[in-house]
């Protein structure tokens, strides 16, 4: 009987291990097309703020400035407190679509835009009484120019639909570095592909790789003397892709400058 048991235990192992989805020669992550994250389309809502709005001259809570000088134009949205990830998410790219009210939709129109600012909360309105970016709404804010090429600007507070896409930038990625002394700060932007960032590592000619903090939205920082010495970074996306650009700072770079790199393959 024992015989017996022992052998009927091993054919059932062996059944469960051959069966069992968690037995894997390796781990391959998905594909970014086939992530749901990328190819679903999810429920939201959206509202535009007027031109005079000086948002998009000081550049918001991800700190890319002038979003006309950086190249983002119009393009861009502010999330509310459930999707902005606590700046993770900056750098991303939406495209966004008018759903359900077709009083006010334009039909057969979507946008592209990148995620460039927060919106906060306001815990005078309930969520569902005016705190359109209260938590747990999943609310957009976008310019009036991006607002009005998917609906017509009297509906306001409109349902849409969103999901995130590859980012396609023209040119490398762009650093920016400020800072003093031994503080370095460097601004990460125009990212291609997933577009938000989650690693950054700086190294200069007479350093190794060294890990940069994230500061606020798309800003890094490192306390290490780097002057005259030429600049190279390495950045990961959320993803898990790196590129790397070396040398990408001239030997004489000085504080206030941006600089070029490579991209991220789209």
Not at 50 to 79: E, I, N, Q, S
Not at 127 to 156: M, Q, R, T, Y
Not at 225 to 237: G, R
Request: charged share 15%; proline share 5%.
């Amino acid at each position: 009987m024992s015989k017996m048991l022992a052998l009927t235990v091993s054919i059932i192992l062996i059944i469960t291990l051959s069966s069992s989805p968690l037995v894997t020669s390796h781990y391959s992550s998905p594909s970014l097309e086939a992530s749901p994250t990328f190819s679903e389309w999810r429920s939201a809502r959206a509202t535009y703020y007027a031109p005079a709005d000086p948002r998009d001259v000081v550049g918001g809570a991800c700190g890319y400035g002038d979003l006309v000088k950086g190249g983002y134009g119009m393009a861009t949205v502010g999330l509310s407190e459930a999707l902005f990830e606590r700046g993770q998410i900056c750098g991303a790219c939406f495209e966004l679509r008018c759903v359900e009210d077709m009083r006010w939709c334009i039909p057969g129109t979507s946008i592209i835009v990148t995620a460039t600012n927060f919106c906060a909360p306001n815990y005078g309105f309930t969520s569902d009484g005016g705190g359109h970016c209260n938590p747990p709404n999943k609310h957009f804010v976008l310019p009036i120019e991006a607002f009005e090429k998917i609906a017509i600007w009297k509906a306001g507070n409109m349902p849409v639909q969103y999901r995130r896409i590859k980012c396609r930038k023209e040119g490398g990625m762009r650093f920016t570095v400020t800072g003093s002394g031994i503080f370095i700060s460097v601004l990460i932007s125009n990212v291609a592909g997933h577009g938000d960032v989650v690693e950054v590592k700086v190294k200069g000619s007479r350093t190794g790789w060294l890990s940069m903090g994230r500061n606020w939205g798309q800003n890094w920082h490192v306390n290490a003397l780097l002057q005259n010495q030429p600049l190279s970074f390495e950045v990961k996306a959320s993803d898990g892709k790196t590129v790397t650009s070396y040398n990408v700072a001239p030997k004489d770079w000085t504080f206030g400058q941006t600089f070029e790199g490579k991209q991220f393959e789209t």
